[in-house]
Nanobody, 120 residues
Framework: QVQLVESGGGLVQAGGSLRLSCAASGSIFSINDMGWYRQAPGKQRELVAVITSGGSTNYADSVKGRFTISRDNAKNTVYLQMNSLKPEDTAVYYC??????????????WGQGTQVTVSS
């Protein structure tokens, strides 16, 4: 079994910063892509950023230049540094990971979500 545990959410004023972390643990052989998604009330879950095992990144247009995704492969952890936060960034943020398990089977796993609230 594989678990993803997120941390770092909270309440921040507009213009402020937060750093989210997501650590994967369990029966892991390797991890391919890791990503961050978010879901605001009444809206569909959307991609925020994704990073490959080699470090290539992709961002939603709405966060380019403000958010930075990174990962520590030795720790099976992905980070999301969020700067210049706006009220419209308010959402529950979820991480996910494309995991190759020790059995060599593959699965997509999600964290439990962490709330980010940006006040104006």
């Amino acid at each position: 079994q594989v678990q993803l545990v997120e941390s770092g959410g909270g309440l921040v004023q507009a213009g402020g910063s937060l750093r989210l972390s997501c650590a994967a643990s369990g029966s892991i052989f390797s991890i391919n892509d890791m990503g961050w998604y978010r879901q605001a009330p009444g809206k569909q879950r959307e991609l925020v950023a994704v990073i490959t095992s080699g470090g290539s990144t992709n961002y939603a247009d709405s966060v380019k230049g403000r958010f930075t995704i990174s990962r520590d492969n030795a720790k099976n952890t992905v980070y999301l540094q969020m700067n210049s936060l706006k009220p419209e960034d308010t959402a529950v943020y979820y991480c996910n990971a494309d995991v190759i398990r020790r059995s060599r089977s593959r699965g997509l796993y999600w964290g439990q979500g962490t709330q980010v609230t940006v006040s104006s």
